[in-house]
């Protein structure tokens, strides 16, 4: 089912966090521009292992196969000769993000994980203070520490948005697959309980109810079993960004194991 492809040894790391990234069959394959750009803008934060979790192509997909095997293998190269510290795991058959996810947890050595989707880089020209990220994690004071994709809150986001901000953090109840740092065993939590092991589906797309509905029918006490934050330092909080890798491509049918 998967191909685990080890590269090269671990290097000296920052905050003790893994990353992982996702990546399935877009239109843009088989260059690897869009991958590049996200694994370079983690870069500039840290050496830490990356995961890249190459998904195998889902029915409605074949048309882009054939790309797709390119990319495959040039990213393979990639992996082999140009990066280090970067480990390609490769299924062989369509998992989607969470089933995926399941997998690449198993091989998980370090207490927290940063989540970055293949076409949704992290800003590499503006301070990002994992260490301080990750000491609120480790504490249990966050679960899952988000990055945000604007410069402030939207008006129309608001209302997810439950307290005030504490350190620059600010508690909320929107479940969003950006870019992310979350306890290892909280994701472990996330992918084994609250995901069927049947589903193949986006991890967003499963959990973004079970976080809102938790606070609306329990309120904090609900919201404690998720503690979800956005990262909202003074002035711009944009930390992330994206670059569409679907293009516009759309979206299908995905599979909740309900």
């Known amino acids: 089912m998967l191909r685990l492809v080890a590269i090269k040894e671990k290097r000296a790391k920052m905050a003790d966090f893994t990353v992982l990234v996702p990546t399935s069959p877009i239109p843009s394959n088989p260059s690897l521009d869009i991958i590049n750009e996200t694994i370079d803008t983690i870069r500039t934060h840290t050496d830490n292992e990356i995961i890249i979790m190459i998904d195998g192509v889902r029915n409605e997909q074949q048309n882009l196969k054939e790309n797709y095997t390119e990319f495959t293998r ?8 140009d990066w280090e510290n970067v480990t390609p795991l490769l299924f062989e058959e369509h998992m989607h993000q969470s089933g995926m996810t399941r997998k690449a947890l198993q091989l998980v050595k370090t207490p927290q994980i940063l989540f970055v989707e293949h076409d949704t880089p992290i800003t590499p020209d503006r301070e990002i203070p994992f260490d301080k990220l990750s000491k609120a994690i480790e504490s249990g004071k966050a679960n899952l520490i ?5 410069a402030l809150i939207l008006d129309v986001h608001k ?10 953090l600010s508690p909320t109840i929107q479940w ?13 939590k996330i992918v ?4 069927p092991l049947e589903a193949k589906t ?3 797309d499963c959990m973004y109810s079970k976080l809102e509905e938790a606070y609306r029918h329990r309120g904090k006490v609900g ?3 998720f503690k979800v934050w956005i990262y909202t330092p003074k002035g711009d909080i944009k930390r992330s960004y994206h670059t569409d890798g679907r293009e516009g491509m759309p979206k299908f049918e995905e599979t909740f194991g309900i």
């Not at 040039?74 to 000769?81: G, Q, S, T």
């Not at 948005?161 to 620059?168: A, K, R, T, V």
Request: glycine letters at 2%; hydrophobic letters at 30%.
């Open 74 to 81: 040039r990213l393979l190269a990639k992996c082999h000769n």
């Open 159 to 168: 209302y997810l948005m439950i307290g005030e901000s504490e350190d620059d």
């Open 202 to 204: 986006m991890i967003e």
């Open 146 to 150: 988000r990055l945000h994709h604007e």
């Open 176 to 188: 969003s697959q950006r870019p992310h740092l979350a306890s290892t065993e909280f994701y472990k």
């Open 192 to 195: 084994n309980e609250y995901i």
């Open 223 to 225: 919201w404690n079993d």
